[in-house]
């Protein structure tokens, strides 16, 4: 009897453990049944504040993109700073740049009318990153949801999580790496930057000191963003010289015309081991949009808080 209770212990155990594991991944269908208006709420959101403006699409993108590059996609970068607790809002790589809280806001409001207390606020990036690539012209994809918010966030991690725009090759290809991403993960996930812009004061440095630059191009984009430090900080210039509104190829097209506006663009065709994989996705778009595709879903795998972990915060701004 002993020997059968036993048994029948380790048998709960390990069927408590496969469960846990089970819920603990994301899938397409999350909220199939407790939420089936999801989608359609958040892309008609994501609509209508794109066609108010055209920018806000990459300001979303990026918005993903640094939340998950910090403890993984937990919504923590939508946090607001308290009298106790510091966010990540205010961090080097977000202040006066990372932007779109409000319309994520708008869709957490929305999304809370028609399912209240069920989507968390990470997955509501996620879905609103990919609707963002879709309506500027780019690929889609069945977005993997099942995520939970942080009940906590790193203004440190954000500030030595998130790659700088100085950085190099081999920077790069480290911070991906420590994420499980691969180069070739890291090169399609750059071609984000063919939409949105960016401020003189990320590529001043660039545009003045740098060789290995087109001259007509360093020169255009000197005329709105002076050498001196402080004058113009925060004019701003298209990413993607040709299309800076569609999601399409043409970021790997100038990089390899040395057309690359942030210094960590250029890194990606300089010489060094990821200059194939630019100019294949220069020539062939679909390749980048497939590679993008899988690189940004597995990018949204990054630690993902699930099951009984975090929460489903009711205001995206602070933990309930």
């Not at 606020?121 to 889609?140: K, N, T």
């Amino acid at each position: 009897m002993a020997s059968f209770c036993s048994r029948l212990t380790m048998s709960l155990v390990l069927f408590v453990l496969v469960l846990g594991c089970v819920n603990a991944q994301l899938s397409t269908d999350f909220y199939y049944s407790s939420c089936p208006k999801l989608l359609s709420t958040v892309r008609s959101t994501v609509q209508s504040a794109i066609s108010k403006e055209t920018r806000m699409g990459a300001s979303l993108l990026r918005l993903f993109f640094h939340d998950c590059f910090v403890n993984g996609c937990d919504g923590s970068i939508l946090l607001d700073d308290t009298s106790s607790f510091t966010g990540e809002k205010n961090a080097n790589p977000n202040r006066n740049s990372a932007r779109g809280y409000e319309v994520i806001d708008s869709i957490k409001s929305a999304v809370e009318k028609v399912c209240p207390g069920v989507v968390s606020c990470a997955d509501i990036l996620a879905i609103a990153a990919r609707d963002s690539v879709q309506i500027l012209g780019g690929p889609s994809w069945n977005v993997k949801l099942g995520r939970r918010d942080a009940r906590t966030a790193s203004q440190s991690a954000a500030n030595n999580g998130i790659p700088a725009p100085t950085s190099n090759l081999n920077q790069l290809i480290s911070r991906f790496s420590a994420l499980g991403l691969s180069t070739k993960d890291l090169v399609a996930l750059s071609g984000g930057h063919t939409i949105g812009q960016a401020r003189c004061t990320n590529f001043r440095a660039r545009i003045y000191n740098e060789s290995n630059i087109d001259t007509s191009f360093a020169r255009t984009r000197q005329s709105s963003c002076p050498r001196t430090s402080g004058s113009g900080d925060n004019n701003l210039a298209p990413l993607d010289l040709q299309t800076p509104t569609t999601f399409d190829n043409y970021y790997f097209r100038n990089l390899v015309q040395k057309k690359g506006l942030l210094h960590s663009d250029q890194q990606l065709f300089n010489g060094g081991s990821t200059d194939s994989i630019v100019r294949g996705y220069s020539t062939n778009p679909s390749s980048f949009s497939s590679d993008f595709v899988s690189a940004i879903i597995k990018m949204g795998d990054i630690s993902p808080l699930t099951g009984s972990k975090g929460e489903i915060r009711k205001n995206c701004r602070r933990i309930n």
